[in-house]
């Protein structure tokens, strides 16, 4: 699937999702997670959803799903990128990013049988509902090496990710997390 399409097939989707108006199941969003993987040739494990929770002072996981009771990201964070993501409400592609300054935590947690490599590549883009963020978007290439995890994210690849974050922007705001 190309990323073009992707954008077309996630507002499919998501239309038929928030017609109703009714909450939308957390699983529900590791799918459109799974589309996403799929169109920017990553793995499942390397696309992130996290919401804002506790008055929007902190990130929680909502995908990948092992991750949602492993804790939250402080928005006020210096070396999350998520964090920066939802503060500065601006897009960001790090292609060298296992040599950035960041917190480790969460690529500790196996998502696998077996712990995972660390993220090599990322980009990030906050995710908006009514002009304000209420969470954050990330899809990554990990590996053992920068050139294991693959080619680096283009600018192109982060315009399709901000096209698909507010379409998961109208379904998060469905979403009952706590």
Same mark, same amino acid.
């Given at each position: 699937?190309?990323? &073009?399409?992707?954008? $077309?097939? +996630? $507002?499919?989707?998501? &239309? ?15 799918? %459109? ?13 390397? /696309? ?41 409400? !601006?897009?960001? +592609? ?14 500790? +947690?196996? %998502?696998?049988?077996? !712990? ?11 995710? %908006?509902?009514?002009?304000? /963020?209420?969470?954050?978007?990330? +899809?990554? !290439? ?9 080619? &680096? ?9 901000? $096209? ?15």
């Amino acid at each position: 699937m190309s990323t &073009d399409k992707l954008a $077309t097939d +996630v $507002t499919k989707i998501v &239309d038929e999702l928030v017609k109703t108006g009714d909450p939308i199941p957390i699983p529900t969003l590791g799918k %459109l997670g799974q589309q996403i993987a799929k169109a920017f040739g990553v793995k499942e494990d390397e /696309v992130a959803v996290l919401t804002l929770v506790f008055d929007n002072k902190f990130l929680k996981f909502v995908v990948p799903e092992k991750l949602q009771n492993i804790g939250t990201i402080p928005v006020t964070s210096t070396t999350a990128l998520a964090a920066r993501t939802a503060r500065d409400k !601006r897009p960001e +592609v790090i292609n060298n990013f296992a040599i950035a300054k960041h917190s480790t935590v969460f690529e500790a +947690v196996p %998502l696998t049988d077996q !712990r995972g490599d660390p993220i090599q590549k990322i980009m990030s883009a906050p995710v %908006l509902a009514d002009s304000k /963020v209420i969470g954050v978007i990330q +899809v990554s !290439r990990k590996g053992k090496t920068q050139a294991a995890a693959g080619p &680096d994210f283009t600018p192109k690849e982060l315009g399709d990710l901000v $096209t698909v974050s507010v379409q998961i922007g109208r379904c998060l705001k469905l979403c009952p997390v706590s």
